[in-house]
T-cell receptor, first 112, second 112 residues
């Protein structure tokens, strides 16, 4: 079975621009979570979606938003990019009853 | 609030030897799960082992085992017969629901 997939792999944006990152969960998984990992730190929780509903949100500004589609794939949107948004963005999927989360390879975002 | 602390930024082990990575955590919840994730330079976050708080028996996955001390809120990872492929960042993580809370990680170097 295919694991969690994310696109694009790398992305370079300019301050003030908008970016959309995409994630497809493992087949059969209905929950998708997003994390931001700044260099040298552990991942920080941004959102979790289950059945297209937001289940939880971390301490991130409203510039960050996400949605989940009927096929359970997900998009993370970030508006008005700041230099501090440069990070590895990780997507993870899990079964609704499972606490285990399985991660994708990540999208490396660089804001210049 | 939940916190996860990894006090060893770097550890080194010789091939075939055993190494233990430390993790302490804090939560007021009685039901929670603990995980160790491995992140090699390829940056894919890989689930190594998990422990349910309600289980007294320490989890084991092949060469990986944990020492779960619930009263002390300690959750260490032991890697036996270390291999070159074990070199990576190791993150300890805690969840009580949907969000994973990560420590800052321990970088493990494996020398021949």
């Amino acid at each position: 079975d295919a694991g969690v997939t994310q696109s694009p792999t790398h992305l370079i944006k300019t301050r003030g621009q908008h970016v959309t990152l995409r994630c497809s969960p493992i087949s059969g998984h209905k929950s998708v979570s997003w994390y931001q990992q700044v260099l040298g730190q552990g991942p920080q929780f941004i959102f979790q979606y289950y059945e297209k509903e937001e289940r939880g949100r971390g301490n991130f500004p409203d510039r960050f938003s996400a949605r989940q589609f009927p096929n359970y794939s997900s998009e993370l949107n970030v508006n008005a990019l700041l230099l501090g948004d440069s990070a590895l963005y990780l997507c993870a999927s899990s079964t609704p009853t499972g606490y285990e989360q399985y991660f994708g390879p990540g999208t490396r975002l660089t804001v210049t | 609030a939940q916190t996860v602390t990894q006090s060893q930024p770097e550890m080194s082990v010789q091939e075939a030897e055993t190494v233990t990575l430390s993790c302490t955590y804090d939560t007021s919840e009685s039901d929670y799960y603990l995980f160790w994730y491995k992140q090699p330079p390829s940056r894919q976050m890989i689930l190594v082992i998990r422990q349910e708080a309600y289980k007294q028996q320490n989890a084991t996955e092949n060469r990986f085992s944990v020492n779960f001390q619930k009263a002390a809120k300690s959750f260490s990872l032991k890697i036996s017969d270390s291999q070159l492929g074990d070199a990576a960042m190791y993150f300890c993580a805690l969840t009580t629901g949907y969000a994973l809370n990560f420590g800052k990680g321990t970088s493990l170097l494996v020398t021949p």
